[in-house]
């Protein structure tokens, strides 16, 4: 268990309305990432981060901003949701700072945008 | 650029049968970390397996196996004698040489249901 969070698990909204989805970790991890999981196209990266304001972006970043004002926590933004961001997100950390160290996921949010 | 290919999108067997779920990779990088995933029902992801690619070992852990081949870019995941419990999606990921921060790049899954 590498103590991850995430709040909501769940949450309905509707189009153009903002959504903050918040990852939470208590074990002082370095690196946190956002992924998204959409049938047919498996786990895509949307921001991550390595380090307290240090962030980069993902594969499907746009539509999405991210925070990390703290080490634990790494805030997804989504400013003007749509329906295309109807999705499950996972947010992941690696343990430690080797580069072949394993990432490890929260139990994921399920939003759906309506 | 990196990219990982899981060609089978579902496969269905009967309990007790042997199964193999396949991965192939591609990365310019002579390092480089190849992962397995698992994504029960109940939806969390959990961490089955890791290789660095200068060991081409392959790994037996109980009913697993996984058969790494750098020459043919496999990193091929087998379930022998499979149970109802094996049930799941399967994901097979790609870490190129980087650093800690260095994101996984994830096939899009294999859905594997185990009939009993």
Known sequence: DAGITQSPRHKVTETGTPVTLRCHQTENHRYMYWYRQDPGHGLRLIHYSYGVKDTDKGEVSDGYSVSRSKTEDFLLTLESATSSQTSVYFCAITEGLAEYNEQFFGPGTRLTVL | ?116
Do not use: M
């Open chain 2, 1 to 116: 650029a990196q990219k990982v290919t899981q060609a089978q999108t579902e496969i269905s067997v009967v309990e007790k049968e042997d199964v193999t779920l396949d991965c192939v990779y591609e990365t310019r990088d002579t390092t480089y970390y190849l992962f397995w995933y698992k994504q029960p029902p109940s939806g969390e992801l959990v961490f089955l397996i890791r290789r660095n690619s200068f060991d081409e070992q392959n790994e037996i852990s109980g009913r697993y196996s996984w058969n790494f081949q750098k020459s043919t870019s496999s990193f091929n995941f087998t379930i022998t004698a499979s149970q109802v419990v094996d049930s799941a999606v399967y994901f097979c990921a790609l870490r190129p040489r980087g650093s800690g921060n260095t994101p996984l790049v994830f096939g899009k899954g294999t859905r594997l249901s185990v009939i009993a």
